[in-house]
């Protein structure tokens, strides 16, 4: 008797994002180590990040309480360009507008947080070898669920 053939193997890849994956967005995943940053020029823009979040998570680390986000996020390194997507945010100094996007959720559970904004390392006036990182928004942040937005857009019956 004759052998069968082996089924041919075919090889399904996964799409993959030609832009860099992280676990977590954090500086040292975009930017990379800020140890021994030269700020002798006065502050450096660090990155620009945005996203959608959907859910708040807290916590403490090694350098204390953390805010972070989940959601769709995307950010870009200010010196080399890449670009790194996640689906989990720490964007340092927006515990405001964290905030803000917990009270909305608050009254309606639905609600998402849209931002966009950019993160330098700026350095103290009366040490610049020591540094703080600030958050400056692109655009405001909004806090609410856009598929009421969306209502508008249905034709009336």
Do not use: H
Not at 41 to 61: Q, S
């Amino acid at each position: 008797m004759a052998k069968k053939a082996p089924a041919k193997k075919t090889s399904k890849k996964p799409v993959v994002s030609a832009n860099a994956m992280a676990r977590r967005l954090t500086i040292k995943s975009i930017y990379g180590p800020l140890k021994g940053i030269d700020l002798s020029e006065g502050e450096k823009k660090l990155f620009k990040i945005a996203g959608v979040a959907t859910y708040v998570e807290r916590g403490d680390g090694e350098f204390g309480p953390w805010v972070g986000l989940r959601g769709t996020f995307a950010a870009i390194n200010a010196e080399t360009g890449e670009i790194t997507e996640s689906t989990r945010a720490i964007v340092p100094g927006a515990e405001m507008m964290c905030e803000m996007y917990e009270a909305q959720q608050r009254e309606d559970a639905s609600a998402t947080l849209r931002f966009s904004g950019e993160v330098f390392a700026v350095p103290k006036e009366k040490d610049p070898t020591k540094y703080d990182i600030v958050y400056r928004p692109i655009i405001a942040a909004d806090a609410s669920n856009p598929a009421l937005a969306l209502l508008d857009e249905v034709p009336a019956e």
